[in-house]
């Protein structure tokens, strides 16, 4: 009997300490709010720029209230909020995320866009944020991964207010892809490795025709034909580049400036 009751007063000694040690939960200043209020919360706090309390906001809402038009709007809103965050992989996912669960949605082309919009600015079109950086060190897979999408927002939905401004960075997405095709080939092509930076040339031409990197493409082909003692192939080259460029700079030895092609400006 008396180990009975010491073993009681174990239990209820241990229950106690553990109500003791337990922290409450800190106070909830949205319990009880509707779907609207918390809506309309979460887009004040976007407007000032409060993003992870927006972010907070759009959660609790879906979590709440899972069903209906506020529910739905939030997981496209919650995706902007995480791109204006700088938190690029939860953007994508919660993109990837209502294009899955609302194929029909009248908006969904606006979440292909924004999909499209962070892999863009991900690496900004190959450009990116560090001016002197060699590129043949960076992967262009976002900037593929967002002409893949911009492309398939302007096959879905050609009439889309967004497909205007998709094309045109599909535009200059070629470009920048061409351009670094070219980048890689020449990085080639001082070191030495010539085949290697042949076939990159000929990647460059393959693959992105009639961008502004195939003058280029076509110059350094020649070199490293010469270099390979592939003399036809080097003279075909040859004339290709005279026949599309016949003022080119590089029929007379290719331009001095040793300025990044990157740096536009």
């Known amino acids: 009997m008396a180990n009975k009751i ?16 337990a922290t409450p939960d800190e106070f909830d200043e949205t319990a009880g709010w509707n779907a609207q209020r918390l809506y309309s919360e979460a887009k004040e706090s976007m407007s000032d720029g409060s993003y992870d309390r927006a972010i907070q906001m759009f ?4 979590a709440r209230y899972p069903y209906g038009r506020y529910a739905q709007q939030s997981q496209l809103e919650v995706a902007y ?24 949605h ?30 043949s060190e960076r992967d262009p897979r976002a900037s593929q991964e967002a002409f ?19 094309r045109q960075r599909m535009q200059y997405l070629v470009n920048a ?6 980048h890689v080939a020449r990085y080639y092509l001082k070191r030495g490795a010539y085949l290697a930076s042949a076939n990159r040339a000929q990647a460059a031409l393959i693959s992105y025709p009639e961008t502004p990197a195939t003058e280029e493409a076509l110059y350094i082909l020649t070199q490293a034909y010469d270099k390979l003692g592939m003399t036809q192939l080097r003279d ?4 290709v580049l005279n026949a599309n460029f016949p003022q080119s700079i590089y029929l007379s030895g290719g331009p001095k400036s040793d300025k990044p092609w990157w740096q536009l400006w």
């Open 59 to 62: 959660e609790k809402l879906e």
């Open 236 to 239: 075909d080259a040859t004339r």
């Open 106 to 135: 009248p908006n969904v082309d606006y979440a292909y866009y924004l999909k499209g919009l962070v892999n863009f600015n991900e690496d900004l079109g190959l450009l990116g944020s560090l001016a002197n950086q060699d590129l």
């Open 81 to 104: 909020a995480y791109y204006k965050s700088d938190e690029a992989a939860s953007a994508l996912a919660a993109c990837d995320r209502f294009i899955k669960l609302h194929p029909n």
């Open 6 to 21: 010491l073993r009681s007063l174990a239990v209820i000694g241990a229950l106690l300490l553990a109500g003791c040690s």
């Open 177 to 182: 892809l061409g351009w670094h095709e070219v």
């Open 148 to 166: 893949d999408t911009f492309r398939e927002l302007v096959k879905r939905f050609p009439e889309s207010r967004y497909a205007n401004d998709a």
